[in-house]
C-alpha cells in the first residue's frame, strides 16, 4: 500500500550542529504536513507544504517539497535544546484527503 | 476554545473490560480522527469522521473498536473486552477540511491505557 519512509531514525547531533530528516513517498501527494512530539507530549502541526518545489522557512527550520511531490525534507541550522524532540511528516493523498505518516526522526541533542 | 480535550488523560483497566474515552475537538473543525501511538512509534490510524459521518475505519481496527460522533460535536471511543495489547495512548485530532484543502491537524494530549 501507499507508504511514506522516512529517515533517519534517530540523529544525535551536539547542540548547535544542524539536524535534516527526509520523507519519501512511493506516490504523488497532494500535500506534506510536518509535526514536532516532545517526549511525553503530542504531536503539534509546524507547517504544510502544498506546491511543487515549495521551500518555506520557519526561523531555523526549513522545509521542502520536492518538484515531484514525492519528497520533502525538514532542515534545522544550530540546533538548540529546545528542538529535542521526534519529527514526523505526513502526506495527504488526494483519493480521500487521508494523512499518511512516516515513522519520525527522533533528534537527540549529546550532552 | 483551547483546543482538543481528551479524557480521561489515563486509564488503567483489567483485561476483558471496557473503556470508553471521549474527545471534544475545536468547535469550528468539522473533521475528527482518532490515532494510537505506541512508545517509538508514529501514529497509526484508527478512524475518523467528517462532521457526524464516520467516513474511514481502519482496517486494523478489530469489531472490540467503536467510535462514535453524535451531532458532529465530542466523540467516543469505545473498547470492548480490552486485551494487553490494546494498552497504547490513544490520540484525537481535529482539522478543518475547507473546499478540499485540510489546514493541518490539532492533536489533543491524549488517553494513556493500561490494559492489566
Known amino acids: 500500500g501507499q507508504q511514506v519512509m522516512q529517515i533517519p531514525q534517530y540523529q544525535h547531533v551536539q547542540e548547535g550542529e544542524d539536524f535534516t530528516t527526509y520523507c519519501n513517498s512511493s506516490?504523488?501527494?497532494?500535500?506534506i504536513q510536518w509535526y514536532k512530539q516532545r517526549p511525553g507530549g503530542h504531536p503539534v502541526f509546524l507547517i504544510q507544504?502544498?506546491?511543487s518545489g515549495e521551500v518555506k522557512k520557519q526561523k531555523r527550520l526549513t522545509f521542502q517539497f520536492g518538484e515531484a511531490k514525492k519528497n520533502s525534507s525538514l532542515h534545522i541550522t544550530a540546533t538548540q535544546t529546545t528542538d529535542v524532540g521526534t519529527y514526523f511528516c505526513?502526506?495527504?493523498?488526494?483519493?480521500?484527503?487521508?494523512?499518511?505518516w512516516g515513522a519520525g526522526t527522533k533528534l537527540i541533542i549529546k550532552p | 476554545d483551547t483546543g482538543v480535550s481528551q479524557n480521561p488523560r489515563h486509564k488503567i483497566t483489567k483485561r476483558g473490560q471496557n473503556v470508553t474515552f471521549r474527545c471534544d475537538p475545536i468547535s469550528e473543525h468539522n473533521r475528527l480522527y482518532w490515532y494510537r501511538q505506541t512508545l517509538g512509534q508514529g501514529p497509526e490510524f484508527l478512524t475518523y469522521f467528517q462532521n457526524e459521518a464516520q467516513l474511514e475505519k481502519s482496517r486494523l481496527l478489530s469489531d472490540r473498536f467503536s467510535a462514535e460522533r453524535p451531532k458532529g460535536s465530542f466523540s467516543t471511543l469505545e473498547i470492548q473486552r480490552t486485551e494487553q495489547g490494546d494498552s497504547a495512548m490513544y490520540l484525537c485530532?481535529?482539522?478543518?477540511?475547507?473546499?478540499?484543502?485540510?489546514?493541518?491537524?490539532?492533536f489533543g494530549s491524549g488517553t494513556r491505557l493500561t490494559v492489566v
Open positions: 505526513a502526506g495527504e493523498r488526494d483519493s480521500n484527503y487521508q494523512l499518511i
Open positions: 485530532a481535529s482539522s478543518l477540511m475547507m473546499e478540499w484543502k485540510d489546514y493541518g491537524y490539532t
Open positions: 506516490t504523488t501527494l497532494s500535500n
Open positions: 507544504l502544498v506546491k
